[in-house]
């Protein structure tokens, strides 16, 4: 299958393994320069730091001198039911670390990779966004509250930045 991605410049986030391996594989297999961004590759980028994702897509640009695809993969679960009832009495609940774990990676560093990276597309004149979300963020599921917020946050993310006229990504070049 040819993508015309022949040495397009793409970023995956959550790179390091899984579907995001496998969607770098891909990206590689049809030609482009691919950056696989996660916290267990050399160098190590944390999505929800702003400093390391800014330097990161800035060494990006000084190398291949443009980005034209990021791709927002990483995530985590941390499956915890927000009140566990048994016999009568709490038995357990979902604590804040648990709950701002998943929020930080899953939501908030799709917000931080996309805003260090945007400014660079518009300057280039364009690229391409793609965000991965999960259908739990339509629908819910039992004993993931965090993980089903983050990914209905995503697609929300996703709606608001796609129209132009909304507040969202200008498409406008700066003056």
Known sequence: MDLNLNGKVVIVTGGAAG???ATVTRFEHEGARVIAWDVT???KIDVTNREQVEAAANDV???YGRID???NNAGIVRDSQLVKWKDGAVASLMDDATFDAVIGVNLKGVFVCTRAVVPHMIKAGGGVILNASSIVGLYGNFG???YAATKA???SFTKTWARKSSGGISSKKPA
């Open 19 to 21: 579907i995001g391996r």
């Open 41 to 43: 590759s050399d160098p």
């Open 61 to 63: 640009i000084a190398k």
């Open 69 to 71: 695809v990021l791709v």
């Open 144 to 146: 993931q509250t965090n």
């Open 153 to 155: 946050g995503v697609i």
